[in-house]
C-alpha cells in the first residue's frame, strides 16, 4: 500500500471537484465468532444466535466473568489482517497494482501484534472503540473531496488476556455471560473478535457511505453524555452531509454495548435526533465488542442487512427499560423498509461517530 501523503501528492494539480463524489462500498471481508464472510455475520444476527463460550485461548480462573466470543478458526492477529486485506481486494476485484498503490487505514489496537501490516499503512488508528468507524470517516471525505480515489481500511482485536482483565477489573463484562442491549436487566458487554477490511471507492458499488459524521461529549473521561448530545451530533452531522432527513433511515445498529449509562445515553441521542420511531437493534450481542474493530465490523453487518432487506435481532433482549424508550428489533428479524442505515460507535473520553449508509 502506497503512503497516503505521496498519494495525495499525487492529486496536486488535478481539477478541484465542485460536487462532492460518492464513495462505495466495493469490496468487504470480516472474520469473528460468527464465522467468515458477511453471510455469516448476517445469518447469526438475523435469529440472535450468540457466539459467547468460555475462553480457551487463554486462562481465565482468576476471573469473575469466563466468556467471550472467540473464533476457533482464528490464526495470528497479523495473518488475519493480511487475508482480510487480500480478500477484501480481491471482492473488489482489484488488480495486484491497484492493490500495491492504495492507502491503507488500519484500526489496531496501540500493543498490537500486526507490525509487519502497520509498517505500510497510511495511518493507524489506536481511539478505542471508534478507531474503525473514524477510519471509514476520514477515508470517505478523502475519496468524496477527491484527494484519493481508493482506500483501504482494515480493523482487527482478536479477544487477548490483558484487555479481558481490564474489562473484567472494572466489572464492565456480563457475569451471567448473556449481552442484553436497551435491556432493563443488562448487566453489561462481553468481548468478541473481529478483523475486517474494506475497500471504499469513488463511485458505486456494494453500498454507499452516503454520509458521516463525528462529535465528542466534553462530559465525562468514562461516562456518556447522559442526554446524548455529542452523539446525537455526529448523526446530524452525516444526515446533513448526505443532505437528507431523518426519516429516510430505516435501521440503527446502535453501539448499545449492553452497560447502563452507554445504553440510556444513546437511546436519548436517538430520540433527540429522531421523532418516529427508527428500527434500533446492537449486533453486539451476537459477535461481542471487537474493541478497535468494532466499527468496522458493524458497518459490514448494516450493510449486507440493508443489502438483504432483513434487518437483525437485539438479541439477549428480554425487559423494556423505560431509559431505553426505542424500537428494539426484539423477537424476530424485520424487513427493511428503506435503504438507509446508520451505524453507531462511542468510546471512552466521549469520542461519538455515526456512518450513514445506503445499500448499492
Request: proline share 5%; aromatic share 4%; glycine share 10%.
Amino acid at each position: 500500500m502506497s503512503d497516503l501523503t505521496s498519494h495525495q501528492a499525487q492529486s496536486v494539480g488535478r481539477p478541484r471537484v465542485a460536487v462532492r463524489r460518492p464513495v462505495a462500498v466495493t469490496g468487504m471481508s470480516v472474520l469473528s465468532a460468527l464465522g467468515r464472510g458477511p453471510e455469516a455475520q448476517l445469518a447469526a444476527a438475523l435469529t440472535g444466535a450468540a457466539a459467547f463460550t468460555e475462553v480457551r485461548r487463554f486462562d481465565t480462573a482468576q476471573r469473575r466473568v469466563t466468556k467471550a466470543a472467540t473464533a476457533n478458526s482464528a490464526r495470528s492477529l497479523e495473518q488475519e489482517l493480511l487475508d482480510a486485506v487480500t480478500t477484501a481486494c480481491a471482492d473488489a476485484g482489484l488488480t495486484p497494482g491497484q492493490r500495491a498503490t492504495t492507502p491503507l487505514l488500519l484500526a489496531v489496537h496501540g500493543r498490537c501484534e500486526a507490525r509487519a501490516l502497520a509498517t505500510r499503512a497510511a495511518r493507524i488508528y489506536t481511539s478505542a472503540c471508534v478507531s474503525a468507524s473514524t477510519a471509514v470517516a476520514d477515508a470517505t471525505a478523502l475519496i468524496s473531496r477527491g484527494a484519493a480515489d481508493r482506500i483501504i481500511v482494515a480493523a482487527g482485536y482478536l479477544v487477548e488476556s490483558d484487555q479481558f482483565a481490564l474489562f473484567d477489573a472494572g466489572r464492565a463484562l456480563a457475569d451471567d455471560g448473556v449481552v442484553r442491549p436497551f435491556s432493563r436487566d443488562r448487566r453489561g458487554l462481553l468481548l468478541g473478535d473481529g478483523v475486517v477490511a474494506v475497500v471504499l471507492q469513488a463511485g458505486e458499488g456494494i453500498a454507499e457511505v452516503a454520509g458521516w459524521g463525528r462529535a465528542g461529549d466534553a462530559y465525562h473521561p468514562c461516562r456518556p453524555d447522559p442526554a446524548g448530545r455529542g452523539l446525537a451530533t455526529a448523526i446530524e452531522s452525516a444526515l446533513d452531509k448526505a443532505g437528507l432527513p431523518p426519516e429516510v433511515v430505516g435501521y440503527i445498529n446502535a453501539n448499545a454495548t449492553g452497560t447502563g449509562f452507554s445504553d440510556a445515553s444513546e437511546a436519548a441521542a436517538i430520540r433527540r435526533v429522531f421523532a418516529s420511531d427508527v428500527p434500533v437493534s446492537s449486533t453486539k450481542a451476537v459477535h461481542g465488542h471487537a474493541l478497535e474493530a468494532s466499527g468496522l465490523l458493524e458497518l459490514v453487518l448494516t450493510v449486507q442487512a440493508l443489502r438483504e432487506g432483513k434487518l437483525p435481532v437485539n438479541a439477549g433482549f428480554t425487559t423494556p427499560d423505560p431509559d431505553c424508550p426505542l424500537d428494539v428489533i426484539a423477537d424476530a428479524p424485520r424487513p427493511a423498509g428503506t435503504a438507509y442505515g446508520l451505524t453507531l460507535n462511542a468510546a471512552f473520553g466521549g469520542a461519538n461517530t455515526a456512518l450513514l449508509v445506503r445499500a448499492g
